[in-house]
């Protein structure tokens, strides 16, 4: 028995020799470091190796995953402390340790049967891997990647899962989406295209270790079957090295492709113990990365399952929404201070979803980017919002002034039929564009500003007003101001929180409104909550405001009549908190 001694003291290597020096069976080497004992791991295969669990390099669990990921993976690692606890044992056991003792408890019976578990445990593991490669002549072959096919991936996951819970093994089962794959097939052709999925399959057949199952499920996934990963850190490195194969750039038919790809990862036995489940565990992580950006991987969580839930749901049942009315306007006024007057209102969409109650635009507002439909729910608004100013005209309750304001997304701005089309609503309903507002989000702006900016202008020069919502969220330059004539700035409600208690809130608040006027331009300022805040923006001259200290978002024409012919006189007076 070749048995390799790191780091202890004189005193407890000659303890060990004597313990163990009785037979000839044994052969010692003692080496000071971690560093020495690798470089020994790698030249000399050894039954057991008795480290001290601290070295002057590395600790004894690094030594041991270091050594699994060279060679020397049927050696038995014994360590060797003074004082321990069984938390202490528990971590080492986990990180891979046979056993943790105490130098005068190395004997040679500790050693055979240190030895004698490690041997089983790896005829254990052997049996696990080996038993895909023994059904290989059975199953079937993608003839394109030459990788397993779905059917058989199914089938060894199926029969992987009793094994694991049998022999206690930890799994991880991770699922490839390539990104935008489609569109190469479409850009470049479909031989290109099956040219990339037969470089990445060999490029990850060669990068699995001895055991690991790996799939071709076909379009643009893949999937991988992985055990004895010890370690979240083992793991997280064998994931980035996943990632690195997609993103490799590819000679493919003449052309050069550069894709990625989105990778979910699910655990056994900590995410799922059945075979089904444990795949949908890995899908759901999976579509979370795609979401959260693409290229990049995700971790699977029951918190996480219930989000991507939520969402699948939302876009399983977005069209349907469109098609039986299940959307909806809630009309938030917008308010004149001084003298009172409710100068407009913002329109504000809703769903009333069947089964997840009401829900409001961050919920459902990306989504309806994501799948193509947010154009076609854009023209919905517009064209509700213009028929309920149309019938408040028709009943006296607004005058021709009264203004429509309405969200507008950077995509139903990019569309080249935007402009004609609004136009079209507002001839229709016999509105003059000077009685319209648009609202888009300040980082949005800032972002496609050269590409939004000629159809802005079109429709600013016909009389229609552009406001910045959220402005002062951004983190850029205030530029875009100075080239594009925006009409009106919405202060965010976030510059609110606090006011007027907060002195330096209020000189901010101030100053924001400032730069508006200095710009020769309108300033609203959203979240007023309370008749103080409500005085403060009188003060600071911001001709409008919005909040719930005048008015919740309605719903019917005599809320918003109430609202209306209400009497708000904030008094200036008293506000102080050094605030002017």
């Not at 699994?68 to 971590?91: E, H, M, P, Y």
């Not at 992985?226 to 793991?235: G, I, P």
């Not at 749901?313 to 001084?338: C, D, S």
């Not at 504000?348 to 076609?376: C, M, N």
Request: proline share 3%; aromatic share 8%.
């Amino acid at each position: 028995m070749r048995i390799l001694l790191v780091n202890h003291s004189e005193l407890h290597v000659k303890g060990i020799l004597e313990q163990c020096s009785a037979t000839q069976e044994h052969t010692f080497l003692i080496v000071e470091d971690g560093e020495q004992a690798l470089f020994q791991l790698m030249r000399v295969q050894f039954d057991i190796v008795i480290v001290s669990l601290v070295l002057p390099d590395i600790d004894a669990p690094s030594l041991m995953q270091l050594n699994n990921g060279r060679a020397g993976t049927n050696t038995a690692f014994i360590i060797v402390a003074d004082d321990f606890d069984q938390k202490l044992v528990s971590w080492c056991l986990q990180k891979g340790a046979d056993d943790v003792v105490k130098p005068t408890e190395v004997t040679p019976t500790l050693l055979n049967k240190a030895l004698a578990r490690k041997l089983y445990n790896m005829s254990v593991i052997s049996d696990f891997s080996n038993s895909f490669v023994k059904s290989t002549d059975l199953s079937q072959t993608d003839k394109l990647t030459q990788l397993h096919n779905r059917e058989y991936f199914l089938s060894s996951l199926t029969s992987a899962i009793p094994r694991a819970k049998r022999y206690n093994i930890k799994l991880a089962l991770m699922v490839i989406d390539i990104d935008n794959f489609k569109s190469c097939n479409e850009h470049y052709g479909f031989e290109t295209g099956d040219m990339y999925l037969q470089q990445v399959a060999q490029d990850m057949n060669r990068l699995s270790r001895e055991g690991d199952l790996i799939c071709y499920l076909g379009g643009d996934e893949f999937a991988i079957l992985a055990y004895k990963l010890d370690s979240s850190a083992a793991l997280h490195r064998f994931v980035r090295r996943l990632l690195d194969v997609f993103n490799a750039p590819r000679e493919c038919a003449q052309h050069q492709i550069e894709l990625t790809a989105s990778l979910g990862i699910a655990q056994f036995p900590e995410s799922a113990n059945e075979p089904q489940e444990l795949l949908k565990c890995a899908e759901i992580a999976m579509y979370r990365a795609k979401v959260a950006g693409k290229n990049q991987f995700s971790y699977y969580s029951s918190e996480l399952h219930a989000h991507v839930s939520k969402r699948l749901l939302i876009e399983n049942t977005l069209p349907a929404a469109m098609k039986e009315g299940q959307f909806v306007l809630h009309y938030q006024p917008i308010v004149v201070l001084e003298p009172y007057k409710v100068a407009g209102v913002e329109a504000l969409v809703r769903w009333q979803h069947p089964e997840l109650g009401l829900l409001y635009p961050e919920a459902f507002i990306s989504i309806a980017e994501d799948l193509d439909k947010i154009i076609k729910l854009g023209n919905w608004v517009m064209e509700a919002a213009f028929t309920q100013l149309q019938q408040w005209r028709k009943s006296e309750l607004v005058d021709d002034t009264f203004c429509m304001a309405i969200n507008v997304s950077v995509h139903q701005l990019l569309s080249s039929h935007f402009v004609e089309s609004f136009f079209a609503y507002l001839k229709k309903y016999d509105i003059a564009p000077s009685c319209v507002e648009l609202e888009i989000v300040e980082s949005v702006l800032i972002r496609d500003f050269v590409r939004l900016k000629d159809n802005l202008t079109l429709l600013i020069n016909a009389g229609v007003s552009l406001a910045v919502d959220d402005f002062g969220t951004g983190y850029s330059s205030l530029a875009y101001l100075r080239d594009l004539p925006v009409n009106t700035l919405k202060v965010d409600k976030s510059f609110l929180l606090g006011l007027p208690g907060e002195s330096r809130g209020c000189r901010l608040l101030k100053a924001l409104i400032n730069i508006a006027k200095s710009l020769e331009m309108k300033v609203v300022v959203e979240g007023v909550e309370n008749v103080e805040q409500a005085k403060l923006c009188l003060q600071y001259k911001a001709e409008k405001v919005q909040g719930f200290y005048f008015s919740k978002p309605l719903v019917s024409s005599d809320e918003l009549d109430k609202v209306i012919h209400a009497n708000f006189k904030p008094d200036i007076k008293g506000v102080g908190n050094g605030q002017s």
